[in-house]
């Protein structure tokens, strides 16, 4: 019986970062989901505003379905928010919708990695789907081929994942500063309720850096594992 050794220590651990920092965002979001701001303005009127004071008056703000589904949409250009946030007046919602609107203004202003990443999504998106099919047919060609350039183009395939969810921190990293420097210069928090919205949004930031943390252990394992069949 096969022991995959590489992914007990590499995999699992990874595993269990990304399900831990999901957990943070949903224990942060249910905590200040509950505390309304003094202002009580909601999420969509201070996405409305947010946006107009950025002369992005063409950009939308719709209504999504389900909870934390929020996202700005850049074919459309729209920003959606999700039940828990669009008609609500929490320090959470408001922190999430302003972090949706730091998206429009990145993409208004031509945010350089945001291009960067827009532009390299349809070859990472070629490589999630093909990475590990050609990874699994290298390991069972390189005795045949005696060379191991299959696997390695898997492994370079999926490489790119891992490059995307690189470049994808600084965008969501900026789009969050950007949210927490406008709630506070606008005052629709108060310093105590500016604190809830960091709280939730660098929740949320961490689970990009999981993603990316999994991503890569995935890679260390598979590279390990082409290691192992190579030296046979």
């Known amino acids: 019986m096969y022991f995959d050794v590489y992914y007990l220590i590499l995999v699992v651990p990874a595993m269990l970062f990304a399900m831990w920092a999901q957990s943070q965002v949903s224990s942060a979001f249910g905590k200040y989901e509950r505390v309304r701001t003094l202002r009580g303005i909601t999420a969509a009127e201070a996405a409305r505003r947010i946006l107009d004071d950025n002369g992005l008056q063409r950009v939308r703000i719709e209504h999504i379905s389900g909870s934390l589904t929020d996202h700005y949409d850049p074919t459309a250009k729209v920003v959606r928010l999700s039940d828990s946030v669009y008609n609500s007046s929490s320090v959470a919602a408001l922190g999430v919708a302003a972090h949706e609107c730091g998206h429009a ?55 790119l994942v891992a490059i995307f969810q690189l470049v994808t921190l600084p965008v969501e990293f900026n789009a969050s500063s950007r949210a927490l420097a406008t709630l506070e210069a606008q005052r629709y928090l108060e310093p105590s309720e500016l604190r809830g919205s960091r709280r939730v949004l660098q929740a949320a930031a961490l689970t990009y850096v999981a993603a990316l943390v999994s991503t890569l252990a995935q890679l260390l394992r598979l590279m390990a594992i082409a290691n192992r069949r190579n030296n046979r």
Do not use: D, E, K
Not at 119 to 134: C, D, E, M
Not at 149 to 157: H, S
């Open 105 to 159: 203004v990145q993409h208004a202003t031509h945010y350089s990695p945001l291009v960067f990443r827009n532009a390299i999504i349809p070859i990472t998106n070629l490589g999630s789907r093909l990475a590990i099919p050609i990874f699994i047919l290298g390991l069972a060609l390189t005795p045949v081929l005696q060379s191991p350039v299959i696997c390695n183009l898997g492994l370079g395939l999926f490489s």
